[in-house]
């Protein structure tokens, strides 16, 4: 009785392999990794370091913070079953905080200081970021506050060739006119009206 209760259950080998993990893969290793906005925007190589042993890991540019990255074979070796094969490496990247630059998802934001004859006159104007030059086309009679959408020159968006917007904020600060400046504005005013 007991000898077919044994033949009608599990093999030892079999139980030896459920409970021991069988031919599963070994265990994960786990990396936190930092990177900043400048090495988001080109992308970046680094190096991992295991202790032991190490490798080179390639970032993509416009990586979001918090992502997780999976180099599959480069983790542990399996405690029991050395023929299994070896676990992943898991890199959490995160994006370190920069008070220089203003990003919102692949958008950047930035505000452009004009004085009062540019803001009203318009014209072609260059914006020096942290990461990146752009010359801007400020149209005709625009004004304090006025946002300005600049298409593909933002931040690069993962997994894709494309990017994100440099939005422009237009500001200006008060000025004082002189008598003949105010009369001309008065002038100007009147032909229009």
């Known amino acids: 009785m007991l000898g077919n209760a044994f033949n009608n259950s599990d093999s030892f080998s079999d139980i030896f392999n459920n409970s021991f993990g069988g031919e599963s893969k070994g265990p994960d290793i786990r990396v936190s990794l930092n990177i900043t906005f400048d090495e988001v925007y080109s992308g970046t190589r680094r190096y991992i370091n295991l202790g032991n042993t190490g490798f080179n890991l390639n970032i993509p540019k416009g990586i979001l913070n918090g992502t997780k990255l999976k180099i599959k074979g480069r ?4 405690p029991i079953n050395t023929s299994a094969p070896k676990g992943d ?7 370190l905080y920069d008070t220089e630059l203003i ?3 692949s958008d950047i934001f930035v505000d452009l200081q004009l ?8 014209g ?8 990146h030059s752009v010359k801007i086309k400020v149209p005709l009679g625009s004004y304090d506050s006025k946002m300005l959408r600049v298409v ?6 993962y997994n894709t060739n494309d990017y994100g917007n440099l939005m422009v904020k237009l500001r200006t600060n008060s000025i004082q006119l002189s008598e003949d400046q105010i009369k001309y504005l008065k002038k100007i005013k009147k032909n229009n009206g």
Do not use: Q, R, S, Y
């Not at 983790?75 to 399996?78: C, K």
């Not at 490496?89 to 994006?95: D, L, M, P, S």
């Not at 593909?152 to 968006?157: D, H, L, S, Y």
């Open 103 to 105: 990003v919102n998802g």
């Open 115 to 122: 004085d009062w004859f540019d803001l009203l006159l318009g």
């Open 75 to 78: 983790g542990a070796i399996h």
């Open 89 to 95: 490496v898991i890199v959490t990247v995160n994006v």
């Open 124 to 131: 072609e104007f260059e914006i020096k970021t942290k990461i």
């Open 152 to 157: 593909g020159k933002g931040m690069p968006i």
